[in-house]
């Protein structure tokens, strides 16, 4: 946990797939204040009944509570899972990140997206967008080192996650 008593939480909510779940969660998080830093949202059986919402959240011990038993209570929620929390589990994120330049830069930021294993998806003259997965402290040191190359524009997924070895939630 963070001096100040925050920590971040990696919150799987698995719900029934139909209309309004996805605003009936964030009306919950706005209507108390809390913050959604990353959100992300997927049906995930072939029939298309159920949705994986992955919410990272942040806030005190007794917040994260909250927020949990909270969602746990909507309805059609039918599983809250905190994975921050209930053992080892994998986040991963996905950018596409638009880098603007010429000449040695261009050359610096290829060198850059190899070592990183971002791939060329897109590439003119004056541009390359690179995709580029892994942990959010990876897209971020990548991001960082493209500013001064030409970083012109982003797009990321936010955080998906799973548990780790054979627990489901």
């Given amino acids: 946990m963070a001096e100040n008593g925050f920590r971040s939480a990696t ?3 698995l719900v029934d797939n139909e ?7 964030i009306g919950l998080f706005s209507g108390r204040g809390y913050n959604i830093e990353s959100l992300t949202v997927a049906p995930v059986d072939e029939s298309r009944l159920h949705s994986r919402i992955t919410i990272v959240t942040s806030g005190t011990e007794m917040v994260i509570e909250q927020i949990k038993a909270q969602l746990g209570r909507l309805v059609p929620v039918g599983r809250v899972s905190d994975l921050t929390r209930e053992g080892p589990h994998i986040a991963r994120e996905m950018a596409l990140i638009k880098v603007v330049g010429e000449g040695e830069k261009r050359h610096e930021s290829l060198r850059i997206a190899e070592a990183f294993r971002a791939r060329v998806i897109d590439a003119t003259t004056g541009s390359f967008v690179f995709e580029l997965t892994g942990a959010t402290d990876k897209l971020d040191a990548f991001l960082d080192l493209m500013r001064p190359l030409g970083l012109a524009e982003v797009s990321r997924t936010g955080i998906a996650a799973i548990a780790r070895g054979p627990r489901t939630i």
């Fill in 11 to 13: 919150i799987a909510v």
């Fill in 19 to 25: 209309a309004g779940v996805l605003a009936r969660v």
